[in-house]
């Protein structure tokens, strides 16, 4: 952890200069005609031109400011591979060997923004993840038979989606132990930040492991968290798909929102199986995974009295009478433990989504949002990585006029059949959205 300190400053200041320069192209100082999209989505030290990739070109950008003399590091903040303070030939060999897949130090910018010097690329050969969201970035990366320690919410809730073989030994909830990491001798794992106490303390007993921290809460960096674990892992094909399938939802998104007048006005709400022996309602306001994702196509509501902790409210029925069709106009219900949930051995279905839909919705048959159809439903799956593939559903039960059914299906297909082990047909495996007739003004809304 002291290098880690060592360099906390000079992460400080690269984010700073990023934060600043991101959105900017740079062209080399030659003939080659080749721009790099600066994105600061990989805060490698070798990715001297700050897009999406380490390759030659980097090799390019660090030749044509060795040769200029002077290194301007606002707009090359990555350059300096080895971290000694200059950019020279020792940087570009650094960068050949990242190239190349050889062993060589590494650095990045990890999620607190203290620089991380790891030996790459990073053994992953016994992997140990803290949660379902981490196992989902194991198997998007190609890694997933590497996993040996995993959560049960993996290991026993989605056995049926998994290939569970490999794994050693498992816990419930989040509860990783620094105990269970050094008994099935992991040598990475993937956590989120508030298992590194955890996590450090089973580095401190072996040196050998490398950890890698994740903060879902922030669906924005979820491609950044891809791209650069890609690099560290050296699988770097496998991240760059799952980059081009997020982007590639994010210019339908906003293609699509541009034909929208005002965006409208959502409340987002969390509700349980055993939703009837709970006295409250859980609303996600700003800070969760769900409303910073669904905040791409809505306007979410948010709350001052909202939780500190875990930025939620909790609130009773009669809350939501109160605040419709003023604060907000449609009420987003995620339900939990749905999608690809296990039933006797197999997926749950549509026709289980939809009759838990329309028992949620009687908590809101009084609002307006029910007379006008406006009560939508999906799952909870907007704090993971495959949060996206939902998206454009969602964004059809919005704004049906503008986006299309079909391309939901197949944004939520396209997911599965390439990041996942599971190899299902979304419309007839899991319960992702309300399919059913009951709620006929809902169905009259989208018909309109």
């Not at 060592?6 to 030659?30: E, P, Q, R, S």
């Not at 020279?88 to 910018?109: M, P, T």
């Not at 269970?180 to 996590?199: N, P, T, Y």
């Not at 306001?285 to 196509?297: P, R, V």
Request: glycine share 6%.
């Amino acid at each position: 952890m002291e290098e880690k300190k060592m360099f906390g400053a000079i992460a400080v200041v690269a984010v700073i200069l990023v934060a600043a320069f991101c959105g900017v192209t740079l062209m080399k100082d030659d003939k080659d005609t080749y721009e790099a999209k600066v994105t600061g989505n990989v805060p490698v030290f070798g990715n001297a031109n700050n897009d999406d990739y380490i390759d030659s070109h980097d090799i390019d950008q660090l030749n044509a400011i060795i040769d200029d003399g002077s290194w301007d590091k606002t707009a090359y903040p990555y350059a300096d591979a080895n971290q000694d303070g200059k950019i020279d030939s020792a940087d570009v060999d650094i960068v050949n060997k990242i190239i190349s897949g050889q062993n060589c130090n590494l650095y990045y910018v990890d999620i607190y923004d203290d620089v991380v010097k790891v030996s790459y690329p990073v053994s992953h050969s016994r992997v140990g993840v803290s949660y379902w969201q981490q196992a989902e970035l194991a198997t998007l990366m190609g890694i997933w038979d590497n996993v040996v320690l995993a959560s049960t919410a993996t290991t026993s809730s989605n056995s049926h989606r998994y290939d569970t073989s490999n794994i050693e030994k498992s816990f419930s909830g989040s509860k990783i132990t620094s105990e269970l990491i050094l008994e099935c001798r992991c040598d990475f794992i993937i956590a989120s930040q508030g298992k590194s106490d955890v996590v450090q303390a089973a580095i401190d007993a072996d040196s050998n492991i490398t950890p890698y921290y994740v903060d879902v809460s922030k669906s924005s960096t979820y491609v950044s968290t891809v791209l650069t674990l890609g690099v560290l892992l050296n699988e770097n094909e496998e991240a760059q798909a799952y980059a081009d399938f997020v982007n590639g939802i994010k210019e339908k998104i906003s293609s699509g929102m541009e034909k929208v007048q005002e965006k409208a006005k959502t409340v987002v709400t969390l509700m349980y199986a055993n939703q009837s022996t709970r006295a409250n309602i859980v609303v996600e306001c700003e800070g969760t995974g769900a409303a910073d994702m669904i905040g791409l196509i809505a306007d979410v509501y948010d709350s001052s009295t909202k939780s500190t902790s875990d930025y939620r409210m909790n609130v009773e029925a009669d809350w939501f009478i109160q605040n419709c069709g003023t604060a907000f106009d449609f009420i987003i219900i995620e339900q939990e433990g749905t999608d690809t949930k296990k039933v006797d051995d197999t997926y749950y279905t549509p026709s289980m989504y939809n009759e838990r839909f329309e028992e949620a919705i009687t908590y809101y048959s009084s609002t307006q949002a029910y007379a006008s159809g406006m009560i939508l439903g999906t799952t909870y799956s907007y704090n993971s990585f495959g949060g996206y593939a939902n998206l454009l559903y969602l964004a059809y039960l919005l704004y049906p006029d503008v986006f299309s059914e079909e391309d939901g299906w197949n944004a939520l297909q396209e997911y599965f059949d390439n990041f996942t082990t599971a190899k299902i047909n979304v419309k007839t495996q899991g319960g992702w959205y309300y399919t059913g007739t009951s709620y006929s003004a809902y169905n009259e809304r989208l018909a309109q």
